[in-house]
């Protein structure tokens, strides 16, 4: 059995230089597991879209994705948006199983990271 794909999902900026964090967890992520595709998609102003991403991964044969969204809460955007982007992607492509986890800021791993990294500022 395959593993699902991971989308990272971020909202996206005008400044190409805003998506360089999210690039470099993609590649941290695939070297940890170079089985697994790991693509980014984003919300507006940079490509792919989810649309995109995961009609590409359906033309590559996937059949299951996790969208992971790369924000540090459940807001407006995950509430609303999100859902929509997914409905919409998962009709344009049924035979690929989209599944939402949680914002990344909302993880108690995460929010440990951070905390150990403000700790280690001083």
Do not use: N, Y
């Not at 044969?61 to 995950?78: C, D, N, Y």
């Amino acid at each position: 059995m395959t593993k699902p794909a991971l989308i990272l999902f971020g909202h996206g900026a005008r400044d190409p230089q805003w998506a360089h964090p999210l690039q470099r967890v993609q590649l941290a992520v695939q070297a940890r597991d170079p089985a697994r595709s790991v693509s980014l998609a984003f919300l507006e102003f940079m490509e792919p879209t989810l649309s995109a991403c995961v009609l590409s991964l359906a033309e590559q044969g996937v059949t299951e994705a996790r969208i992971v969204p790369m924000f540090m809460a459940q807001s407006g955007h995950l509430k609303r948006d999100l859902p929509l982007l997914i409905e919409q992607a998962q009709q344009q492509c049924p035979g690929l199983r989209l599944f939402l986890t949680e914002a990344i800021g909302e993880s108690p791993d995460v929010i440990a990271a951070m905390a150990s990294h403000v700790l280690s500022l001083e």
